[in-house]
Every structure is written in structure tokens, then in C-alpha cells.
């Protein structure tokens, strides 16, 4: 049961990923997707519970979601744990079997040992789980995101080929194209907006097109309107999550006679921007 509101500032998501919308209407857009544990401020608050409604302002984006998905934020641990897998199965217990949830790729939560074969990780409510210690890169409380270079956001778009895609969507179970770019960048250590004329617009380091690499960004556009993206595998092919018809996550190549070549995105492109420099490397699972 979610926990009273009225008197909350801060709250955290308190399930694996739940759907952001532009109305406290579950027919209306969705605008976003936030993972477990994710911080917010609660703006507003409309209904009554079951079927109350908070408008929440996330880091990245400002949208409504059922109040019964939200919580108080997990409780600080010694470490931090980063998902590093598409999914992580969150355990009920240190040994057994018995899955109680999900936390998608670049979920961070708080934990204990980090020399467990299973971590301990805290969850928003008070909850308690654990994780495979395969699964997480732990950092020491307060350090910030280690960053990773190109090599980081491509390893985990690789990873998200075949997603389906999904309007608003930021996960492994569906995505679209500036989550995509948003997500992977996470990945590696670097946060960016969450919509593509965001990032276009707020990515200062811009590219021109004869001195792409890996890691960098593209965009598209269409009747002036930046309106897609995709992150640069090497100097001349992409993955992006690309709608009708293919619908899922794919690598296309950016000039002509190169695969899933796309000459309308080609005739449509906009831009280029370098959110990373080149870093260590983290190998995901």
C-alpha cells in the first residue's frame, strides 16, 4: 500500500519501472519511463487513494504517476549498486530462489557487502533485497557515477538490439530512440536530457558530420522539429530505436549501399553532438 503524500517532498519509484504520463490519466501520452528507486518531488496530488495520482518532477522530466507507486527513498548503505544487465532478478533472500522483483539496467540502489556472492540492496519503503554480486558494479556511498567512455554506451546498446520499441519507454522491455540514447549514456557515466531536441539542444560539444566516431550522437529532423536519434558505433553506422516498421532496436549504416540503410533519415539529418570521452571500459553482463 502506498504510504500517506500529503507531507512528502522528496519520494522515490517503488517498482522496477513505472510509466510517467503527460495526465493523471492512464490513457493519456506517456511522456516517460523512471526506474526503481529514482527520486522526485511530489508537485501535486489529485484523487484519493487507490486511484491517486501525483505529479512528480524527476531529474530528467515532470510528469503524472499513480501514487501507489511511489515510496519513501531506500535507505542509505555503505556502497552504491549499479545494475549492469538489461534485468537483475532482486531475491528475497541471500541463497534462495524466490524472485520478489526486477531492477532494469543503471538502477542504483543502496547496499551492503560488497563481497557477498549476493549483495544486500536497500529498496524505497524500507524493503530489503538481493542481488547477484555478477550483475552490480558497486562505488562507495557519495562517489559519483565512474565514467566510461564510448565503449560503456555501446556495450549496452548492443545489448538492447531486438528491444522492442515503445513510445516513452527506457528499458529492455521496450524503448525509443532518445531513451535509448539517454539510457546508454547513463551507462556510461554521463547523464544527458531525455528528448532528442533536449539533447541536440543541450549537448554543447557539436560534431561535424566528416569527424564522427563511436560514441557520438546523431539526430534527425523533420519539418524543422529535431525528431530522432541513434548513438554512433564506429564512423559510419548506428543502433537507434527505430519506429514503423521495423519497431525494435537495430545497427543501420549512415551512408548509401551500407545495412538497413534508411534514405529518408538520411535526408533528414540534422546533426551531430559528443556527450563522451573516451575512458576506461566496463564490461556489461
Known amino acids: 500500500m502506498a504510504p500517506s503524500l500529503e507531507d512528502a517532498s522528496i519520494i522515490a519509484i517503488a517498482v522496477s519501472a513505472v510509466q510517467v504520463y503527460r495526465e493523471p490519466d492512464a490513457t493519456s501520452e506517456v511522456v516517460t519511463t523512471a526506474l526503481l528507486n529514482v527520486q522526485a518531488e511530489i508537485v501535486e496530488l489529485v484523487g484519493m487513494q487507490p486511484e491517486q495520482w ?24 555503505e556502497w552504491l549498486a549499479t545494475i ?14 524466490q524472485v520478489n522483483g526486477f531492477a532494469y539496467a543503471t538502477t542504483v540502489l543502496p547496499a551492503g557487502d560488497k563481497l557477498a556472492a549476493r549483495v544486500p540492496v536497500q529498496l524505497p519503503g524500507g524493503a530489503k ?14 562517489a559519483p557515477a565512474p565514467q566510461y567512455g564510448p565503449e560503456g554506451a555501446i556495450a549496452l546498446a548492443r545489448l538492447l538490439l531486438g528491444t522492442p ?21 547513463r551507462a556510461a557515466g554521463v547523464g544527458i536530457p531525455r528528448d532528442a531536441d533536449q539533447q541536440y539542444k543541450g549537448i554543447p560539444y557539436i560534431v561535424e558530420r566528416g569527424d564522427l566516431r563511436a560514441g557520438d550522437l546523431i539526430y534527425f529532423a523533420s519539418s524543422g522539429k529535431i525528431t530522432h536519434t541513434g548513438l554512433m558505433v564506429d564512423q ?43 575512458r576506461g571500459r566496463r564490461i556489461l553482463v
Not at 129 to 142: N, Q, T
Not at 247 to 261: A, D, F, H, K, R
Open 84 to 97: 549492469l544487465p538489461l534485468s537483475a532478478a532482486i531475491y528475497g533472500d541471500p541463497e534462495g530462489d
Open 129 to 142: 533485497g538481493w542481488v547477484d554480486s555478477s550483475e552490480v558494479e558497486l562505488r562507495p556511498e557519495g
Open 236 to 278: 559510419r553506422s548506428y543502433i537507434h530505436a527505430k519506429g514503423s516498421p521495423e519497431s525494435m532496436v537495430i545497427l543501420s549504416g549512415l551512408e548509401p549501399g551500407e545495412t538497413n540503410y534508411h534514405s529518408y533519415l538520411a535526408a533528414h539529418y540534422a546533426g551531430a553532438r559528443r556527450p563522451l570521452l573516451a
Open 54 to 77: 501525483a505529479r512528480i518532477r524527476l531529474p530528467d522530466y515532470e510528469g503524472w504517476v499513480l501514487a501507489a507507486f511511489l515510496s519513501e527513498p531506500a535507505i542509505a548503505g
Open 165 to 185: 520499441y515503445l513510445w516513452g519507454g527506457t528499458t529492455g522491455q521496450g524503448i525509443d530512440c532518445s531513451g535509448l540514447t539517454q539510457l546508454c549514456c
